[in-house]
């Protein structure tokens, strides 16, 4: 059935897919703030506001919820990005007016108690220390803040542990009463239900909410870069990580589609295909130099990275791993691109995109996603504007982003380990 | 509820068409036209269990070296196949099995049959492939080794089971044992062990049952291997008769993993769902059970903090695990301990028990609304023997449930005073 676009008298957006495939729906309300616009000093707070939101209500006490969306055997999330915080409920469609409910009710009666921030300062730390564990982690906090200087992209979404130790509860209460009205948000019903009802039901219970002063976006464009970046990080470990940072278009720009398919040329398509045939990988992992190989072009509102990410086979050395790199952009930029590789990343754009929209909730969360960068037309049209993309497109765009000044080249180094932590018979002292 | 479930088109005797070639190879297809793609899952014999602690690893090297080079075929040739039309398709070792999996694009289901038929028929192990892979696969074990989730589950089930019985060994093998095993071990393991008996093939998807049915007859039919070794089990395993520390310290970490544990239930046990559900209550139901409102909740002391019961062909662990700041190592342990202790001594409520139940049987559609989700419940039904009703009297099973029955399952398996503590992390913790 075709998507439904609608806009409530307080600027609440309504996205409604019908599909009913299943008795299920999935309901997702996204609010346009995420960590691109946190200001420093407070870089981690839309995250921490979303747990926030896990704390319950008046009307719906934190303990009651979890277990009231199990009963009924749903599922509940939620997930704080750059460009937007967002919240979602799968459920029988039969109980979908509890998810609405809900969140309506959120939206505008969040306690925030203090002793709730307390503890969850302790949590929300916790799961910063949690990333740490991962060596890649630190190389690309460091990568990100290298890149932007001036943008918000330059911090992790969990924040600076700074920031999240001196954070006070009124910071994360005003964010939540400046960005959670109507008019700062999107919400999308995909499912077995009649969208006329759908409409109605949304109305009776968003339909009452005020709107809110339009939220002031803290944003501050990244000026142009000068010159190759470089960063190297110290970890504990034995493995040895290569990354290349190359700044990317915006979602909404055409060159976005061409890097997509120069991506899945040189690394490989998303990460439900494998990548055995990419360029990289025969370059790189054939040739024993790399363990792995991996690629990634997040579709972000403000222009964002490519990141091509390798993990050093133990003995091989990164300076190794460079030479093979630059030699394979070189072929790039150079123009060496087939008509069959390009129509090649297409079959496979084609062939993920069907496996990631066959559930009520990831179509959900991508028209919601879409809408987010501009329109839910994003999303509807994402395979259209890749097949239009042509042979020259993919050149032009190798030229234009594949520039070592465009980029940040970070190394992870391994230290080794101490305290013979590596020794498996020192592992098990009672 | 049995003609509701039935009304809601659940996999069931009548919609699974199931058929058994004459060599053996069982074949289980389920159509399901909502969707664009097609998913082909299974299992055969060939797992860790068939393997000597000496090799260990060899039966996960065997089975990842399946595609990297066929009679007719080497490994950009299979690969190039799945990989031009979006496919994926992999074979990966367990204990007990080699599971193997893959999805397509629905027209593109005979290049999956295919590459599943070359591959287990028709391997040759080329030496410069499996040097590669070892190479691969020893750089990954050198990366976990700072991996602190995967220390202290490493930890925790060396220490749990004792070195006798394969559950002691992970099946990747270890930097140890995998330099001893080369492509001549695992062209022999492949002769010893893979072969038609014991092979089960589900597919679901946009396809005709009885079409699919014959395109794997026509593949595989004429697999034979009288050399094949008997199906093994594994023994029973004793629970430790003393709670055993086992502390696996890794530089350079701010956040420690804990798993805690003892024996559980195989999946076919007659006491599995009561253990299920107990486990539910413990640790999963709401924000992660009542361990989730203790550690997490009410204590802040954990990003994560849940119970896992393995259930699978043997006794495998029944474990709570959490991700704690070391100095919150013991305060965790004792208070996930002390809700198992509570759980022993007196009846879950009837609102927790009811909840469950509801929790349990309510999610069925949300577990079968994609192709992997029917795929791997019709597997679980054919290999576990529980009949392809099973989900039909699925919910009956789950309301004979009692209080009684979840206070003996904790009861049966968890004695408090004697568990396995394993904690990975900061260098410098007790």
Redesign the interface.
């Known amino acids: 059935m075709a998507v439904q676009r609608h806009v409530l008298e307080n600027g609440l957006v309504v996205i409604l897919k019908e599909v009913q495939?299943?008795?299920?729906i999935s309901w997702w309300v996204l609010y346009r703030i995420g960590s691109r616009n946190e200001p420093t000093g407070k870089t981690g707070i839309s995250h921490w506001v979303e747990h926030m939101m896990?704390k319950g209500t008046e009307a719906f006490p934190?303990?009651e919820v979890?277990?009231m969306f199990?009963?009924?055997?749903?599922?509940w999330n939620a997930q704080t990005s750059f460009d937007y915080t967002a919240y979602y409920e799968?459920l029988?469609a039969d109980k979908i007016d509890l998810a609405l409910r809900h969140e309506a009710d959120r939206m505008v009666n969040a306690r925030f108690d203090i002793e709730e921030v307390?503890?969850?300062?302790?949590?929300?730390?916790?799961?910063r220390?949690?990333l740490?564990?991962?060596?890649l982690f630190w190389l690309d906090e460091e990568i990100s803040a290298a890149a932007f200087r001036v943008h918000g992209y330059h911090h992790e979404i969990v924040g600076d542990l700074h920031d999240l130790r001196t954070m006070t509860r009124d910071d994360l209460y005003s964010h939540y009463r400046r960005y959670y009205v109507p008019n700062n948000a999107i919400v999308v019903a995909v499912g077995a239900f009649d969208p006329d009802d759908m409409l109605s039901r949304i109305r009776q219970h968003f339909g009452a909410i005020p709107a809110g002063d339009t939220p002031p976006l803290f944003v501050r464009p990244e000026p142009e870069q000068q010159g190759e970046r470089r960063v190297t990080v110290e970890?504990?470990?034995?493995?040895a990580f290569l990354e290349y940072a190359y700044r990317a278009p915006a979602a909404g720009d055409d060159d976005f589609y061409a890097l997509t398919i120069l991506d899945s040329i040189l690394t490989?398509?998303d990460g439900?295909?494998?990548?055995?045939?990419s360029r990289l990988y025969?370059a790189l992992?054939?040739t024993?130099i790399a363990?792995?190989i991996g690629g990634g072009l997040v579709p972000t509102v403000d222009p964002y990275l490519y990141t091509i990410v390798v993990?050093?086979?133990?003995g091989r050395t990164i300076a190794e791993a460079e030479v093979i790199i630059e030699s394979e952009i070189a072929r790039l930029v150079a123009g060496d691109v087939s008509q069959a590789e390009v129509d090649?990343a297409k079959?496979?754009?084609?062939?993920?995109f069907?496996?990631t929209t066959?559930?009520?909730t990831g179509q959900g969360y991508w028209l919601a996603f879409a809408e987010n960068l501009g329109s839910y037309g994003w999303f509807e049209g994402y395979i259209d504007r890749l097949d239009h993309v042509s042979l020259d497109d993919v050149k032009a765009a190798a030229i234009r982003y594949l520039r070592p000044r465009n980029r940040v080249v970070g190394h992870l180094i391994p230290t080794g380990?101490?305290?013979g932590?590596?020794d498996?018979d020192d592992?098990?002292?009672? | 509820m049995t003609q509701n479930n039935v009304a809601?088109g659940l996999p069931n005797s009548s919609n699974i068409t199931r058929a058994v070639l004459s060599n053996g190879v069982t074949v289980l297809v389920r159509a399901n036209p909502?969707?664009?793609?097609v998913v082909l899952v299974g299992q055969m014999r060939g797992g860790s269990l068939y393997e000597s602690p000496q090799h260990n690893g060899l039966a996960s090297m065997t089975a990842a070296s399946l595609m990297r080079g066929t009679e007719s075929r080497g490994?950009?040739a299979i690969?190039?196949r799945?990989?031009?039309?979006?496919?994926?398709f992999?074979f990966a070792a367990g204990v007990h099995h080699v599971s193997f999996g893959g999805?397509?694009?629905a027209e593109d289901l005979p290049v999956l049959i295919d590459t599943l038929a070359d591959c287990v028929m028709n391997p040759v192990f080329p030496s410069d492939q499996v040097d590669?892979l070892r190479?691969?696969v020893?750089?990954?074990l050198?990366?976990s080794?700072?991996?602190?989730r995967r220390?202290a589950s490493?930890?925790f089930r060396?220490?749990l089971y004792d070195a006798s019985h394969p559950y002691h060994y992970s099946p990747r093998g270890?930097l140890?044992s995998l330099p001893g095993i080369d492509a001549q071990m695992l062209k022999q393991f492949h002769a010893s062990q893979y072969g038609p008996d014991g092979v089960t093939i589900v597919i679901v998807g946009a396809v005709d049952p009885a079409a699919a049915v014959d395109a794997v007859r026509a593949k595989l039919e004429s697999w034979t291997a009288p050399d094949q070794a008997p199906a093994r089990s594994v023994g029973s395993a004793a629970n430790v008769d003393r709670t055993?520390?086992?502390?696996?310290?890794?530089?350079?970490?701010?956040?420690s993993d804990v798993v805690i544990g003892v024996v559980g239930p195989e999946r076919r046990s007659p006491d599995f769902q009561a253990a299920r559900i107990a486990n539910s209550i413990l640790g999963e139901?709401?924000?992660m059970g009542r361990i989730g409102?203790e550690v997490?909740?009410?204590?802040?002391?954990?990003?994560?903090a849940y119970s896992r019961i393995e259930g699978g062909y043997g006794p495998g662990a029944w474990s709570i695990s959490a991700?704690?700041?070391p100095a919150n190592v013991e305060r965790a342990v004792d208070l996930s301990l002390q809700e198992v202790r509570k759980m022993a001594a007196e009846h879950v409520t009837d609102t927790e028990l009811d909840?469950n139940k509801?929790?349990f049987?309510?999610?069925?559609?949300?577990q079968?609304?994609?192709?992997e989700g029917l795929a791997g419940a019709i597997l679980s039904m054919e290999t576990f023997e529980l009949g392809l009703d099973y989900l039909v009297e699925y919910p009956a099973q789950i309301n004979a449930v009692t209080a009684d029955g979840v206070r003996e399952a904790i009861q049966t398996y968890w004695t408090p005073d004697a568990v396995v503590v394993a904690v990975a992390?900061a260098?410098d913790q007790g």
């Open positions: 495939s299943a008795p299920l896990f934190a303990k979890d277990k199990d009963r009924l055997g749903g599922t799968t029988p307390e503890s969850e300062r302790t949590v929300i730390i916790s799961e220390q949690g740490e564990n991962s060596p970890r504990p470990g034995h493995t490989g398509p439900q295909i494998d990548n055995k045939t025969r992992v054939e024993e363990a792995s993990t050093l086979r133990d090649k079959k496979q754009a084609r062939a993920s069907a496996y066959e559930t009520v380990l101490v305290d932590a590596n498996e592992d098990d002292a009672e | 809601l909502s969707v664009k793609s490994l950009q690969a190039s799945l990989e031009d039309i979006g496919a994926d992999d999805k397509a694009l590669r190479g691969e020893m750089t990954w050198q990366y080794l700072q991996d602190t220390q490493r930890a060396e220490s270890t140890e055993i520390h086992t502390v696996v310290p890794i530089p350079g970490k701010t956040q139901f709401g924000m409102d997490r909740e009410k204590a802040g002391l954990a990003y994560y991700g704690v700041n909840d509801s929790y049987i309510g999610r069925m559609p949300l079968l609304e994609t192709n992390g260098a």
